[in-house]
């Protein structure tokens, strides 16, 4: 439910007789703003993310669009009596586009721009609530020898303490998979298992197949570690490895201070990096008995091509990333074979 | 927040909530709004940046501002503290390595003077998976019962994949937020 925009049927509200002037103008108006309405409907059709890339188009056109909405806003207030609430409505749906179009410009405008642009749209809001409140119809003010209705006092809700019996450390060290190993070849299948989130950490020099489906695989802290992975349901997380090979299937994919690594990926949305760098990205090609099963009941069979649709989060241009570069094909790993026997 | 402000919030019809929502990265945020928006949850991309979703709750519209929780990006939380009616903080309870993140990065986000007056809903989610922490877990590695005596909060187990918990978590958040701006029904 979005914020839809419910147009006024002009007839619904031609209850008041109005001065044929006026009621033109109103007409003029409500034209006026559907028109808007549409082109913004198709802008959004044509492009499903508007966002600019430098900070100057922006400001032009948040400027412009403040502008309109300005005089709009100023046209409701010279003649309060020819609108209708559902004017001020649409109105608000064109503050409410531009708070939008801030949201996705937000992350590459310099902070000072966003605040000052929220402060703008709370302007405008304050300025459309001014102009309501003078449009709703005044109540004649008495004095009441009623009393209000009494509310109960506001009490701050708090959940009773629970003991939990067992202690933290404990919980740490009861999840499934492998911790500080060195040299290793780690091989865990899952399959027929109601199995959780998986934890690689603290890994050195270790060959990691895990295969079957873990709703959720956790990275950390691995140096020079093979690890091929069946599907995960749900998102990986990694964090501080180098000179790795990864393949790996899953819902999301986070990278995290990684260095001069390679992944092989199949995933349904874009993997993302941050603080990393000398990294490279290759589509998934991992096979064991079973991987097709397994990549339909994760809703991963089919090849979407993300693997390729890296966003680096310290590197937001449009230019290429320097952090990470698609794997040469005569570089990558053709196909590769598992199985839970040790090699 | 002014008197003159909550005036006009009272004259206008539709009754409006700010809800801020952050937490660490991969905690599931985005999945929660458009799970409770019954939106597809299937592709849904590390947020870059926040989303806007605004949804019609029961006889109020929500505003909710979704935050990326990127590292990078937490900096600029603070951005979108501004009038903020209701602050939902999520938590992937299968994250047992970073919950002391979470707990200094919530509790350094309390700090916030602007965000005092906020009613603040902890979901702990990804209940569904198998080592999940529960709420009460949760509650006590954040160290919640020691929070400002002022503070209204509560704590919700949920799962955003199956939706378990949701509609709860929302239900007392609207309800607590409600029952402080528009006492004068």
């Not at chain 1, 007789?17 to 913004?40: G, T, W």
């Not at chain 1, 059709?45 to 100057?56: I, K, L, N, V």
């Not at chain 1, 990333?321 to 053709?334: A, C």
């Amino acid at each position: 439910m979005e914020d839809q925009n419910n147009f006024p049927n002009p007839t619904s509200n031609s209850d008041q007789s109005l001065d044929p002037a006026v009621e033109k103008k109103r007409q003029a108006m409500i034209e006026r703003l559907s028109n808007r309405h549409q082109a913004r409907v198709q802008s959004k059709d044509s492009d499903s993310s508007p966002s600019f890339e430098s900070t100057e188009t922006f400001l032009a056109r948040f400027s412009e669009l403040k502008q309109s909405i300005t005089s709009e806003i100023d046209q409701i207030e010279q003649a309060l009596e020819s609108f209708t609430k559902g004017d001020l409505d649409n109105v608000s749906a064109l503050i409410n586009d531009l708070e939008k179009l801030l949201a996705e410009n937000s992350y590459h405008l310099p902070s000072y721009e966003v605040r000052a642009s929220l402060k703008i749209i709370s302007e405008l809001r304050e300025s459309l609530d001014n102009v309501s409140v003078k449009m709703v119809p005044k109540k004649k003010f008495s004095f009441r020898s009623k009393v209000a209705k009494q509310k109960q006092p506001v009490v701050a809700i708090v959940e009773e303490p629970k003991v939990v019996s067992s202690d933290k450390a404990c919980i740490m060290l009861d999840t499934p998979g492998f911790r500080n190993r060195e040299g290793e070849v780690l091989v865990e299948n899952l399959k027929g298992k109601n199995m959780g989130e998986f934890t690689l950490s603290n890994l050195g020099s270790c060959e990691v197949r895990l295969i079957g489906r873990p709703r959720a695989i956790f990275i950390h802290r691995l140096r020079n570690c093979k690890v091929y992975a069946g599907p995960a349901l749900g998102s990986v997380l990694i964090d501080d490895v180098e000179g790795c090979v990864f393949v790996l299937a899953s819902h999301q994919i986070r990278i995290h201070n990684a260095r001069r690594c390679d992944f092989y990926l199949r995933v349904r949305s874009h993997p993302i990096i941050e603080d990393s760098s000398e990294v490279r990205f290759a589509p998934y090609c991992l096979h064991y008995d079973g991987i097709e099963e397994d990549l339909t009941e994760s809703r991963l069979d089919e090849e979407t091509g993300s693997w390729e649709n890296v966003d680096d989060f310290k590197w937001l241009r449009a230019v290429q990333s320097p952090n990470w570069s698609v794997l040469p094909e005569n570089e990558r790993i053709s196909s590769l074979r598992v199985s839970t026997a040790d090699s | 927040m002014g008197l003159l402000s909550i005036i006009r919030k009272i004259k206008r019809k539709e009754k409006e909530m700010r809800i801020l929502m952050v937490g660490l990265d991969n905690s599931g945020k985005t999945t929660i709004v458009l799970k409770i928006n019954g939106e597809d949850t299937s592709v849904i991309s590390p947020t870059l940046g926040f989303n806007i979703k605004t949804i019609s709750y029961q006889k109020y519209t929500l505003n909710i501002w979704d935050v990326g929780g990127q590292k990078t990006i937490r900096a600029y939380w603070r951005n979108y503290f501004e009038q903020t009616d209701g602050l939902i903080w999520v938590v992937d309870s299968s994250d047992l390595r970073r919950l002391d993140d979470c707990k200094n990065e919530l509790h350094n986000l309390l700090k916030e003077e602007r965000l005092s007056g906020a009613s603040l809903l902890i979901f702990a989610n990804k209940q569904d998976i198998e080592g999940a922490l529960s709420p009460a877990e949760i509650t006590k590695v954040l160290n919640l019962e020691a929070l400002d005596k002022t503070r209204h909060w509560k704590i919700v187990g949920c799962s955003a994949y199956t939706g378990d918990g949701l509609l709860e978590g929302f239900d007392w958040l609207v309800q607590d937020i409600a029952s402080r701006i528009y006492v004068l029904d």
